[in-house]
């Protein structure tokens, strides 16, 4: 069983940036993939930033150029830093890894971009 726990939610206005982290208990944290999804009101949950074991790195058009996704094995932790957030950006953001036969979702943080 792999727990994951967000943290760095929070209000901004557009423009500004913000960071969010996800602390993973698991024994072998260097063999998972790494994923930030984010689920909008009355929208489905879309996959936002993803980092392989590899540290290889992918986005949706949306935020390219603005997030940027990273890993620290040694802490066992995914941040995604957000930067010239826009309203649209406003969501829950979910850390999100997968298992063999099982996917792993932290509880969410509330990310909201407003003036």
């Known amino acids: 069983q792999v727990q994951l726990v967000e943290s760095g939610g929070g209000l901004v206005q557009p423009g500004e940036s913000l960071k969010l982290s996800c602390a993973s208990s698991a024994a072998y944290y260097s063999a998972y993939d790494m994923d930030w999804y984010r689920q909008a009101p009355g929208k489905q949950r879309e996959l936002v930033a993803t980092?392989?074991?590899?540290?290889?790195?992918n986005y949706i058009d949306s935020v390219k150029g603005r997030f940027t996704i990273s890993r620290d094995n040694t802490k066992r932790t995914v941040s995604l830093q957000m930067s010239s957030l826009k309203p649209e950006d406003t969501a829950i953001y979910y850390c999100?890894?997968?298992?063999?036969?099982?996917?792993?979702w932290g509880q969410g943080t509330q990310v909201t971009v407003s003036s």
């Open positions: 999100h890894t997968k298992g063999i036969s099982t996917d792993y």
């Open positions: 980092i392989s074991t590899k540290y290889v790195t």
